[in-house]
Structures are given as C-alpha cells and as structure tokens.
C-alpha cells in the first residue's frame, strides 16, 4: 500500500512539474518517467513495466544498468573525472587503440555526440584537401532528408526544410541527391560531383529517414566513384554503428573502407560520447590546433567505451546478434503477411529494425505503449525497434506477442 501511495505521489508531483515545466518546449514528450532500468526493461514512475525498444534510440547498447559499465564507471569515477587534452589522457589513448585495432581506422579523434562527430568528420575532409593544396575541394554531396544531427551544419548537411526552418542563413558547402537515385546504380550522381566536391556523406543505414540501408552494392559503387573522382567516402554510422547492425560498422558486410567514419550513441552505452574514425591519409591533415574539444576523451566517458568495445567484442556476441535479428525479423515477415493492410514492410538490419505502416504510426506507437512495449518514430510512417544489442529470445517474443495483439486490435 504504501508502494503504491508512494508511486501516485510521484507521479502527482511529475503532473505538476509538467504544468510548470522550466525545459525548454521543443520535444513532444510522452507523459512516462522512470524509476530505474534493468537490461530490456524500464520501471516507470506509476509502478508499470515496460519492454524498452528504445533504449535511449540506439543508445544503451548493453540495456540498462549493465553491470559491466557500471564496474568501469565506478572504478573510474574513484580516480579521475576530467583533464584537457593539453595532457595525456590513457583512457581515450586505449579506446582509441581498441577502435583502430578493430575497424579500418588508424586515428580516432573524441568527441560528446552525433552532432559533433558529424561536423568534424565535415572538418577532417575540407582539412586534407586543403593539405594537399586543393583548398576549392569542400563541398560535401549528401542524401537529401538524411539525418547528421541538429547543430547548424548538420542541419543544412541533412537537407531538410523542416529542419532548417527558421535557422537561416543557409549554411553553404553542402549538394544533396535523392536516395531513390541510389537505386539501383544512381545513375545522376557522377552529375552531382563537381571540382569543388570533397566527399559524399551518407548514413550507411538511414535512421530517422525510416530505417533504410544502403544495399552493399550501392556501398561499393560510392567507394567505386570516390575512387575514381579522387573524392573521400565518409559513412556516418552515428545510429548504424557500433555492433547495431549485427557487424561492428553496417557498411562491413559491403567489404568496403570508408575514409571516415562519425560513431556516438551505441559507443557509451548511455554515457555521452562521439567520435570521428579516420584513415592515416586523412587525419596527417589535423594538425595540433585544428580542431579541439573540451570534453571529448574524458576519461569517465572513454573508461565506460571500453567496457563496451570489451562487451562487444566478447567470442560469440555479435553473432547472436545477427541470429536474434534474423529470428527477430523473419517472425515480422510473418506478422506482415498475416495484417497487409496494417504493415508494409520491414526493415533493418541486425538491431536496427523498422516496421513500415500503411498510415501515420503514432497511435500505433501509443498502443505498443500501452501494451507495455516502448518503441519510438522514424521517417515514413516507421515504427522503429531498437531492442539493446544483448536482448535476449524470450524479450523478443514478448514484444512479437505485443505487436501481434496490437495488429489484432487496429483490424
Ligand atoms: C542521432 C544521429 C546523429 C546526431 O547525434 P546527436 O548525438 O543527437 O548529436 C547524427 N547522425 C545520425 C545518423 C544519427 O542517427
């Protein structure tokens, strides 16, 4: 009884606090907050549990609570908090170690986020041309209504209107082709390039636009004409990246090396942190004083990226992955052939999945919810799963389970 007093006490005083809400009112938030979370699930404020397929978007690659980065965090925590990169920080010196022994990347440049990493993966390609006396070369061709974040490059990087809206003046540099040129061989994008181009810049899975990857041998025909022009291939995998697609990079199963690759969310698993992997070729152009960042390598936020590379990179564990995913998505298939009016395709690869709706998702979305499965919203009319990469069969056959009563109600 008391429990329960308790919980209508809180969630009473979170009614209130909504009404006189001091945060600044730019996201739609969902009337839900948390109490604590455990691997998959989410205990809410109001005493309910849910199925979290949200985790964070992509974010706590590990679930909640993983005690593995809780160890690292702690032990961390007891030693050093922050020091300026003016000084030798063996954290970020490690993950970064970790991440060039495990991808094709040489150097590793830390940041906070997405965001970030995104711009200065913009920053590292303008630098090397203008190393190699070609300072003309910097422009970045994009896919139009991508997604690299929110600060004002990448805004205009993702060429979307509704993004920009009201953030002018438009921020130049940036050319942007249509995904559906990309299908299958984009016949205009060697129109698209011009001299002043310095990289393509694609998402190696599209995340907000609705979960769409780029198939492989679109992959290889980028590399191929980047190749060509002499232009550089960065692959944002800010969302795709870190073990998400059932690889450690999405575009690995294309057998192709980018020059540059953005990663953040999955890489802390809940603990902000962004960084830019980099060729050799590329990073000889970041000279002390290029580019610089507060924050990024703090050691609290390397000690917790190094427990999940650790995770990871355990024998065994993106390879369940990849079986989940394929359990995961072939009884969706089944869900999609059972509701066709409800569900048009699904989408995805290893834990990036989407489910793509004949009509606007989120009521959809909100009975899932209601059901006690949190998912979240992507692009045309996807409802978007991202089950922690250490989800297990019985999680994944709770939420088929939902999704098939949820199917059954809307018919
Ligand atoms: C989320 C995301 C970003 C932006 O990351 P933030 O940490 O929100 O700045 C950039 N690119 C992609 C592909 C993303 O999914």
């Not at 679930?63 to 954290?91: C, D, M, R, T």
Request: proline share 4%; glycine share 8%.
């Amino acid at each position: 009884m008391v429990a329960f007093y308790l919980s209508q006490y809180d969630f009473n005083v979170y009614k209130i606090k909504k009404i006189m809400s001091s945060l600044a009112n730019n996201y739609n938030r969902r009337k839900i907050s948390f109490k604590y979370g455990k691997g998959s699930f989410l205990y809410s404020t109001n005493g309910k549990k849910y199925l979290d397929f949200v985790q964070g978007i992509a974010v706590n690659s590990l679930g909640h609570s993983n005690q593995y980065l809780i160890k690292a965090l702690n032990k961390q925590s007891k030693k050093v908090w922050h020091v300026s990169n003016a000084f030798e920080i063996p954290e970020a010196e490690k993950l970064a170690r970790l991440l060039t022994k495990k991808t094709f990347a040489d150097k590793v440049f830390f940041q906070n986020s997405g965001a970030e990493a995104t711009e200065a993966a913009i920053k590292v390609a303008r630098r090397y041309f203008f190393s190699i006396g070609k300072p003309y070369k910097n422009r970045i061709l994009c896919i139009k209504n991508s997604f690299h974040g929110r600060t004002i490059a990448a805004i205009y990087a993702s060429g979307s209107k509704k993004m920009v809206e009201g953030f002018g003046p438009v921020v130049p540099g940036f050319d942007h082709i249509e995904f559906r040129n990309f299908k299958p061989r984009f016949p205009n994008i060697r129109k698209k390039i011009k001299k002043s181009t310095a990289a393509i810049m694609v998402e190696t899975v599209m995340g907000e636009g609705g979960i769409k990857p780029i198939p492989d041998k679109c992959l290889k025909y980028l590399r191929k004409i980047c190749n060509e022009k002499k232009i550089l291939l960065i692959l944002d995998e800010v969302q795709s990246g870190v073990g998400r697609s059932g690889d450690f990079f999405a575009f690995e199963s294309s057998k192709i090396k980018p020059d540059i690759v953005p990663i953040a969310k999955g890489i802390g698993g809940g603990f902000p942190i962004g960084a830019v992997l980099m060729t050799n070729k590329v990073s000889s152009a970041m000279k002390p004083g290029s580019h610089g960042s507060t924050f990024g390598g703090n050691p609290n936020a390397c000690a917790v990226g190094i427990e999940v590379m650790n995770q990871i990179f355990k024998s065994g564990f993106l390879n369940n992955v990849k079986k989940l995913s394929k359990y995961f998505i072939s009884k969706l298939e089944n869900l999609k052939k059972n509701y066709p009016k409800i569900i048009k395709e699904i989408r995805g690869k290893g834990m990036l999945i989407g489910i793509q709706l004949h009509f606007d998702q989120l009521k959809f979305i909100k009975l899932l919810e209601k059901n006690n499965l949190l998912t979240i919203r992507a692009g045309e009319n996807v409802v978007r799963i991202l089950p922690p990469l250490n989800v297990n069969k019985k999680e994944i056959d709770l939420a088929l389970k939902v999704l098939n009563k949820v199917c059954n109600e809307y018919n």
